[in-house]
C-alpha cells in the first residue's frame, strides 16, 4: 500500500464529486484526491445521456435521424454489455415509450 498526502479528499467520482473537485481546484486548492470504488469516474451520471426520450424530440425526427425502439433496445443492450440486463424487461419498457408527442 502507498501512502498519498493531500489537502482534500473527494470520496465518489460521480456528478457530485467531481465538480466539488473541480471547483475545489477553480478556488486554487492543490493536492486533490478523488476515490471512486469503480474503474472509471462518473457514478450514475455516466447513465444520464438521455437515449431513452431522444427519439421522441422533434428536431430529431426533423434532422432525419428518426431512432427506431429497436435502435434504442441495440443501444442499452450494448451499454450494458448484453448481459447485464433483462432483455425482456427492456423491451417492455422500451415498448412504453410513446412516440412523438
Keep these: 500500500m502507498q ?16 465538480p466539488a473537485a473541480l471547483t475545489a481546484v477553480e478556488k486554487g486548492i492543490t493536492g486533490i484526491v478523488v476515490l471512486d470504488k469503480r474503474h472509471v469516474v462518473g457514478g450514475n451520471a455516466n447513465l444520464a445521456g438521455g437515449w431513452l426520450l431522444r427519439h421522441r424530440k422533434p428536431a430529431t425526427k426533423e434532422a432525419g435521424n428518426a431512432i427506431t425502439r429497436d435502435d434504442i433496445f441495440k443501444e442499452v443492450m450494448a451499454f450494458n454489455h448484453f448481459y447485464r440486463v433483462n432483455p425482456r424487461v427492456v423491451r417492455a419498457l422500451i415498448r412504453q415509450i410513446r412516440r412523438y408527442p
Design 3 to 18: 501512502n498519498i498526502k493531500a489537502n482534500l479528499v473527494v470520496i465518489g467520482g460521480g456528478g457530485a464529486g467531481m
